[in-house]
Nanobody, 116 residues
């Protein structure tokens, strides 16, 4: 079955960096776009970035553009989110997402906390 397993979250000081990973299984990873979303306490889940299936095209929310980089390794069935210059407002649970023919799938989420 489809599984998305995130890792790499944690506590970091403002200005710091983290790299999130999402290991995918149960589908042909290279054929589908992969996304990262986040949800802060009391707020709706929002799109952070998309890595399209080609691996060459990406898109970002304006709030993270220039600071976050999404990438994918189709050989490893893994999508990454490199987060630099982190701000307290980046604090949220980050989710990996795939929209397949069978529906939309989510990972369990990984907590990112940016605080001094």
């Amino acid at each position: 079955q489809v599984q998305l397993v995130e890792s790499g979250g944690g506590l970091v000081q403002p200005g710091g960096s983290l790299r999130l990973s999402c290991a995918a299984s149960g589908f042909t990873f290279s054929r589908f776009d992969m996304s990262w979303y986040r949800q802060a306490p009391g707020k709706e889940r929002e799109l952070v970035a998309i890595a399209f299936s080609s691996g060459r095209t990406t898109t970002y929310a304006d709030t993270v553009k220039g600071r976050f980089t999404i990438s994918r390794d189709n050989a490893k069935n893994t999508v990454y989110l490199q987060m630099n210059s982190l701000k307290p407002e980046d604090t949220a649970v980050y989710y990996c997402n795939a929209v397949l023919f069978a529906g939309r799938f989510w990972g369990q989420g990984t907590q990112v906390t940016v605080s001094s």
